[in-house]
């Protein structure tokens, strides 16, 4: 009987350890991308303020691949603003990922647990 039930703890292991390799590197992935979202998001509130402090009339390029096309203060303003939301979105949604995750390995974790605390009180 000793058999199958260490197949069965080798196979939730085994299964377990795949798990938290995957959640790991996602994990890290999540990471990663959260640190260039909030790079960006910066950059844009730094060029957001020092736009604010230019006077009005002042002509203002937007780079697009190798042209630069003459915007308004406006125009630029806005765009930054929606830069920053869609960063500040992107990375809620990048760290709800990333706890719901951690989540789902804590309770593999508790599961094996469970199941050897099982095979011992039989």
């Not at 915007?71 to 630029?76: A, G, N």
């Not at 830069?83 to 500040?88: H, V």
Request: proline residues 2%.
């Amino acid at each position: 009987m000793a058999a199958p039930v260490d197949l069965e703890l080798k196979k939730a292991f085994t299964e377990l350890q795949a798990k938290m390799i995957d959640t790991q590197q996602k994990a890290q992935l999540a990471d990663l991308q959260i640190e260039q979202l909030n790079r960006v998001k910066k950059h844009a509130s730094l060029t957001h303020a020092e736009i604010g402090a230019l006077p009005g009339n002042t002509r203002m390029y937007e780079g697009v691949g190798r042209m630069f096309i003459l915007q308004s203060k406006e125009e630029i303003n806005n765009q930054l603003t929606d830069k920053q939301k869609t960063a500040e979105d992107k990375i809620k949604e990048l760290e709800q990922k990333k706890s719901y995750l951690e989540r789902s390995v804590k309770e593999a974790e508790d599961n094996i647990r469970e199941m050897l605390l099982s095979r011992r009180a039989q």
